[in-house]
T-cell receptor, first 113, second 116 residues
Protein backbone atom coordinates (compact mmCIF):
# COMPACT_ATOMS: atom_id res chain seq x y z
CA UNK A 1 0.00 0.00 0.00
CA UNK A 2 0.90 3.64 0.00
CA UNK A 3 3.50 4.84 2.48
CA UNK A 4 4.42 8.32 3.66
CA UNK A 5 7.50 8.94 5.81
CA UNK A 6 8.66 11.91 7.84
CA UNK A 7 11.35 12.51 10.39
CA UNK A 8 9.96 12.63 13.91
CA UNK A 9 11.50 15.77 15.33
CA UNK A 10 12.96 19.12 14.30
CA UNK A 11 14.27 21.89 16.52
CA UNK A 12 14.94 25.41 15.23
CA UNK A 13 15.66 28.81 16.73
CA UNK A 14 13.08 31.53 16.56
CA UNK A 15 13.60 33.63 13.44
CA UNK A 16 15.35 30.85 11.51
CA UNK A 17 13.77 28.91 8.65
CA UNK A 18 12.36 25.43 9.26
CA UNK A 19 12.34 22.75 6.60
CA UNK A 20 10.21 19.67 7.16
CA UNK A 21 10.67 16.83 4.72
CA UNK A 22 8.41 14.03 3.56
CA UNK A 23 8.75 11.13 1.15
CA UNK A 24 5.94 9.08 -0.32
CA UNK A 25 5.65 6.00 -2.47
CA UNK A 26 2.40 6.39 -4.39
CA UNK A 27 3.29 7.43 -7.92
CA UNK A 28 -0.38 8.18 -8.65
CA UNK A 29 -0.60 10.88 -5.97
CA UNK A 30 -2.68 13.79 -7.17
CA UNK A 31 -2.57 16.20 -4.25
CA UNK A 32 -0.15 16.47 -1.36
CA UNK A 33 -0.98 18.25 1.85
CA UNK A 34 0.57 19.75 4.93
CA UNK A 35 -1.45 19.81 8.12
CA UNK A 36 -0.57 21.40 11.46
CA UNK A 37 -1.70 20.02 14.81
CA UNK A 38 -1.28 21.99 18.01
CA UNK A 39 -1.43 20.17 21.36
CA UNK A 40 -4.90 18.83 22.12
CA UNK A 41 -6.33 20.19 18.90
CA UNK A 42 -7.49 18.86 15.57
CA UNK A 43 -5.71 19.10 12.26
CA UNK A 44 -5.50 22.42 10.49
CA UNK A 45 -4.87 22.45 6.75
CA UNK A 46 -1.85 24.64 6.07
CA UNK A 47 -1.45 24.23 2.35
CA UNK A 48 -1.62 21.74 -0.47
CA UNK A 49 0.00 21.29 -3.84
CA UNK A 50 -1.23 19.62 -6.97
CA UNK A 51 1.07 16.98 -8.39
CA UNK A 52 1.74 18.88 -11.63
CA UNK A 53 3.28 21.77 -9.70
CA UNK A 54 6.78 21.87 -8.28
CA UNK A 55 6.44 24.84 -5.95
CA UNK A 56 3.77 26.75 -4.11
CA UNK A 57 4.27 29.77 -1.91
CA UNK A 58 1.83 31.16 0.62
CA UNK A 59 3.14 33.94 2.85
CA UNK A 60 5.77 32.33 5.12
CA UNK A 61 5.15 28.86 3.73
CA UNK A 62 6.89 27.38 0.69
CA UNK A 63 6.10 23.89 -0.53
CA UNK A 64 8.50 22.14 -2.87
CA UNK A 65 7.56 18.97 -4.71
CA UNK A 66 10.03 16.71 -6.49
CA UNK A 67 7.73 14.25 -8.18
CA UNK A 68 10.55 12.22 -9.68
CA UNK A 69 12.02 11.52 -6.23
CA UNK A 70 8.58 11.53 -4.52
CA UNK A 71 9.83 14.13 -2.07
CA UNK A 72 7.83 16.94 -0.54
CA UNK A 73 9.09 19.68 1.75
CA UNK A 74 7.56 22.48 3.76
CA UNK A 75 9.68 25.54 4.48
CA UNK A 76 8.53 27.96 7.16
CA UNK A 77 10.33 31.28 6.96
CA UNK A 78 11.01 33.35 10.09
CA UNK A 79 9.81 30.57 12.39
CA UNK A 80 7.94 31.77 15.47
CA UNK A 81 7.15 30.09 18.79
CA UNK A 82 3.55 29.84 17.63
CA UNK A 83 4.73 27.50 14.88
CA UNK A 84 5.59 24.85 17.48
CA UNK A 85 3.32 21.93 16.62
CA UNK A 86 3.22 18.59 14.87
CA UNK A 87 3.23 18.82 11.08
CA UNK A 88 1.72 16.04 9.01
CA UNK A 89 2.39 15.35 5.39
CA UNK A 90 -0.42 13.54 3.55
CA UNK A 91 -0.94 12.31 0.04
CA UNK A 92 -4.08 11.67 -1.87
CA UNK A 93 -3.92 8.87 -4.38
CA UNK A 94 -5.86 8.55 -7.55
CA UNK A 95 -7.14 5.04 -7.12
CA UNK A 96 -10.57 3.84 -6.12
CA UNK A 97 -13.40 5.87 -4.77
CA UNK A 98 -13.34 8.63 -2.22
CA UNK A 99 -9.66 9.49 -2.79
CA UNK A 100 -8.44 8.69 0.67
CA UNK A 101 -5.59 10.46 2.41
CA UNK A 102 -2.51 8.62 3.61
CA UNK A 103 -0.62 10.39 6.41
CA UNK A 104 2.95 10.39 7.57
CA UNK A 105 3.73 9.90 11.24
CA UNK A 106 4.14 13.63 11.79
CA UNK A 107 7.16 15.84 12.55
CA UNK A 108 7.22 17.62 15.87
CA UNK A 109 8.63 21.12 15.40
CA UNK A 110 10.13 22.72 18.46
CA UNK A 111 10.95 26.41 18.26
CA UNK A 112 13.47 27.68 20.80
CA UNK A 113 14.23 31.24 21.83
CA UNK B 1 -14.26 23.85 10.67
CA UNK B 2 -16.63 23.48 7.70
CA UNK B 3 -19.47 22.64 10.13
CA UNK B 4 -18.08 19.37 11.46
CA UNK B 5 -19.01 18.39 15.00
CA UNK B 6 -17.79 15.29 16.78
CA UNK B 7 -19.41 13.90 19.89
CA UNK B 8 -18.53 13.12 22.53
CA UNK B 9 -15.24 15.00 22.86
CA UNK B 10 -14.00 12.67 25.57
CA UNK B 11 -15.14 9.24 26.69
CA UNK B 12 -13.91 6.61 29.09
CA UNK B 13 -15.41 3.16 28.68
CA UNK B 14 -14.83 -0.34 29.94
CA UNK B 15 -13.39 -3.20 27.94
CA UNK B 16 -16.09 -5.20 26.19
CA UNK B 17 -18.68 -2.46 26.02
CA UNK B 18 -20.00 -1.05 22.74
CA UNK B 19 -19.23 2.58 21.98
CA UNK B 20 -20.61 4.85 19.27
CA UNK B 21 -18.95 8.06 18.14
CA UNK B 22 -20.83 10.57 16.09
CA UNK B 23 -19.72 12.90 13.34
CA UNK B 24 -22.16 15.54 12.16
CA UNK B 25 -21.69 17.90 9.23
CA UNK B 26 -23.89 20.74 8.10
CA UNK B 27 -22.69 21.35 4.55
CA UNK B 28 -23.97 18.34 2.61
CA UNK B 29 -20.55 16.91 1.76
CA UNK B 30 -20.67 13.56 0.06
CA UNK B 31 -17.48 12.00 1.43
CA UNK B 32 -16.84 11.42 5.11
CA UNK B 33 -14.02 9.60 6.86
CA UNK B 34 -13.04 8.21 10.25
CA UNK B 35 -9.38 8.20 11.25
CA UNK B 36 -7.60 7.23 14.44
CA UNK B 37 -4.45 8.93 15.65
CA UNK B 38 -1.83 7.10 17.65
CA UNK B 39 1.75 8.10 18.54
CA UNK B 40 4.20 6.88 15.93
CA UNK B 41 1.46 6.09 13.43
CA UNK B 42 0.09 9.42 12.34
CA UNK B 43 -3.52 9.15 11.25
CA UNK B 44 -4.85 5.89 9.90
CA UNK B 45 -8.10 5.43 8.02
CA UNK B 46 -10.71 3.24 9.70
CA UNK B 47 -13.72 3.54 7.41
CA UNK B 48 -15.08 6.02 4.92
CA UNK B 49 -18.36 6.83 3.24
CA UNK B 50 -19.08 8.04 -0.27
CA UNK B 51 -22.79 8.55 0.21
CA UNK B 52 -25.82 7.55 2.23
CA UNK B 53 -25.55 3.83 3.00
CA UNK B 54 -22.31 3.65 0.97
CA UNK B 55 -19.32 2.81 3.13
CA UNK B 56 -16.05 0.98 2.77
CA UNK B 57 -13.16 -0.21 4.92
CA UNK B 58 -9.91 1.59 5.49
CA UNK B 59 -6.59 0.14 6.59
CA UNK B 60 -7.49 -0.46 10.27
CA UNK B 61 -11.16 -1.44 10.16
CA UNK B 62 -11.09 -4.57 12.35
CA UNK B 63 -13.30 -4.13 15.42
CA UNK B 64 -15.12 -1.13 13.97
CA UNK B 65 -18.32 -0.64 12.03
CA UNK B 66 -19.90 2.47 10.56
CA UNK B 67 -23.27 3.64 9.42
CA UNK B 68 -24.49 6.55 7.34
CA UNK B 69 -28.26 6.72 7.21
CA UNK B 70 -28.30 10.47 6.53
CA UNK B 71 -25.90 12.69 4.60
CA UNK B 72 -25.08 14.71 7.67
CA UNK B 73 -24.26 11.92 10.13
CA UNK B 74 -21.50 9.31 10.04
CA UNK B 75 -21.39 7.00 13.05
CA UNK B 76 -18.42 4.92 14.16
CA UNK B 77 -19.16 1.96 16.44
CA UNK B 78 -16.69 -0.08 18.45
CA UNK B 79 -18.64 -3.27 18.81
CA UNK B 80 -16.74 -4.50 21.87
CA UNK B 81 -14.14 -1.99 22.98
CA UNK B 82 -10.59 -3.17 23.69
CA UNK B 83 -7.65 -1.33 25.24
CA UNK B 84 -5.94 -1.24 21.84
CA UNK B 85 -8.75 1.03 20.67
CA UNK B 86 -7.73 3.73 23.12
CA UNK B 87 -6.96 6.55 20.73
CA UNK B 88 -8.00 9.91 19.41
CA UNK B 89 -10.60 9.59 16.68
CA UNK B 90 -11.01 12.18 13.96
CA UNK B 91 -13.81 12.61 11.49
CA UNK B 92 -13.14 14.36 8.21
CA UNK B 93 -15.00 15.55 5.15
CA UNK B 94 -13.59 16.20 1.73
CA UNK B 95 -14.30 19.45 -0.05
CA UNK B 96 -14.76 19.91 -3.75
CA UNK B 97 -14.35 22.84 -6.12
CA UNK B 98 -17.28 23.88 -8.33
CA UNK B 99 -16.10 21.36 -10.92
CA UNK B 100 -16.56 18.55 -8.44
CA UNK B 101 -12.87 17.81 -7.97
CA UNK B 102 -11.82 17.05 -4.43
CA UNK B 103 -9.04 19.33 -3.32
CA UNK B 104 -9.11 19.49 0.46
CA UNK B 105 -10.07 17.73 3.61
CA UNK B 106 -11.35 19.28 6.83
CA UNK B 107 -11.12 17.55 10.16
CA UNK B 108 -13.26 17.68 13.23
CA UNK B 109 -11.83 18.45 16.67
CA UNK B 110 -11.48 14.81 17.63
CA UNK B 111 -12.83 12.42 20.24
CA UNK B 112 -10.43 11.14 22.87
CA UNK B 113 -11.48 7.60 23.79
CA UNK B 114 -9.99 5.69 26.67
CA UNK B 115 -10.81 2.01 27.13
CA UNK B 116 -10.04 0.75 30.63
Amino acid sequence: GEDVEQSLFLSVREGDSSVINCTYTDSSSTYLYWYKQEPGAGLQLLTYIFSNMDMKQDQRLTVLLNKKDKHLSLRIADTQTGDSAIYFCAERGNTGTASKLTFGTGTRLQVTL
Amino acid sequence: DAGITQSPRHKVTETGTPVTLRCHQTENHRYMYWYRQDPGHGLRLIHYSYGVKDTDKGEVSDGYSVSRSKTEDFLLTLESATSSQTSVYFCAISESNPGGNIYGYTFGSGTRLTVV
